[in-house]
C-alpha cells in the first residue's frame, strides 16, 4: 500500500523506479547490489517487509530474512551508491506498556519475531549507512492492498454483527498521507529517527465504527479483548507514536485519522 501511494505522490517530479521482489530480492545481496548498480539511485526508499504479524512466529527464518538481512543489504548498496535512505520501521518495536505515547526518545522493547525482526532492520539500517531516515509508522492503510478499514467495511456489508478489538490502542495512518509526509522529509528534513503518523488515538474498535460512518454502513459492533481474538503474536496494547521530532523539525503535524479515514472511503471505498 505504502509502496503504491508513494509512486502516485513522487512519480511526476522524480525518476521514480518502483522495484518489487521480482526485480530486486532483498534477500540476496548480490541481487540488490546488482540492481542498484544498474539503476543507480540518488535516493532508496526502502518500504518493502514481511508485514504477516502472525504467521511470522511460525516462519521466523523468512521474517528475519526479509526484514533484518533484507535491510541491510539495501543500506549497504545503497552507500555504496551514496545514496541516503529512508527505512519504513513500525510501533510493534515498543511494547506497549509505557501508557502514553511514545517519542523518538523511547528505548524500544519489542516483542515477537516481526517486532524484534524490525527493530534490528532499524538498528542495521544505522549501522550500516550514515545518511538515513528511519521512519516508524502504525496501522496502515489505503488503497493498493488489504487493510483493516476496507475489510470492516466489506464484513459489515455482508453481516452487520462485528466483533472488534478494543483493548489496542494506536496511530491509524492513511498511507497516502505518509507518503505526503515522506515527499517532505527528504527535500526538508535533517537524518534521524521519525515518527510519522496521523494525529490522534483510536483502538481498533474506535476506528471500525469511524469506517463505517464515513461509509455510511450500518452494523452492530461487539468489544472484545485481544485474548478473544485468538492471535498468536504478541501485540502493543498501547502504541501511539507521538510525531515529536516531526514538529521539532518545522514541520506540520499530519491530519487527524478520522480526517483521513473519511477521505479514503470517500474516494475508494463507496
Not at 72 to 97: C, H, K, L, Q
Amino acid at each position: 500500500m505504502l509502496g503504491h501511494a508513494l509512486v502516485e505522490r513522487l512519480g511526476a517530479a522524480h525518476d521514480l523506479v518502483p522495484d518489487d521482489v521480482e526485480e530486486m530480492d532483498i534477500r540476496r545481496f548480490d541481487a540488490v547490489r546488482t540492481r542498484m548498480a544498474e539503476v543507480r539511485p540518488d535516493l532508496v526508499l526502502h518500504a518493502a517487509a514481511y508485514t504477516a504479524v502472525d504467521d511470522s512466529e511460525k516462519d521466523r527464518e523468512e521474517t528475519y530474512a526479509v526484514n533484518a538481512l533484507g535491510t541491510r543489504n539495501v543500506a549497504v548498496a545503497a552507500r555504496g551508491m551514496g545514496a541516503p535512505i529512508v527505512v519504513v520501521s513500525t510501533d510493534y518495536v515498543f511494547d506497549g506498556r509505557k501508557g502514553t505515547p511514545y517519542d523518538e526518545f523511547d528505548e524500544p522493547t519489542p516483542e515477537g519475531v516481526y517486532a524484534r525482526s524490525k527493530r534490528l532492520a532499524e538498528r542495521w539500517a544505522a549501522r550500516h549507512h550514515p545518511d538515513h531516515w528511519i521512519v516508524r509508522t502504525a496501522w496502515t492503510y489505503g488503497p493498493g492492498g488489504r487493510n483493516f478499514v476496507r475489510t470492516i467495511i466489506e464484513r459489515a456489508r455482508k453481516d452487520p454483527h462485528l466483533r472488534v478489538v478494543d483493548d489496542q490502542v494506536g496511530s491509524p495512518t492513511y498511507t497516502v498521507d505518509l507518503a505526503d509526509a515522506l515527499a517532505a522529509l527528504i527535500d526538508a528534513v535533517p537524518f534521524g529517527i521519525y515518527h510519522l503518523t496521523n494525529s490522534g488515538r483510536a483502538s481498533w474498535y474506535d476506528l471500525a465504527a469511524e469506517a463505517l460512518r464515513a461509509a455510511g454502513v450500518e452494523a452492530e459492533m461487539e468489544r472484545i479483548d485481544t485474548a478473544a481474538a485468538g492471535r498468536p503474536a504478541p501485540r502493543p496494547a498501547f502504541s501511539v507514536l507521538d510525531n515529536l521530532c516531526w514538529r521539532r523539525a518545522g514541520q506540520t503535524p499530519l491530519r487527524s485519522w478520522q480526517e483521513a479515514v473519511a477521505a479514503y472511503v470517500t474516494a475508494h471505498l463507496r
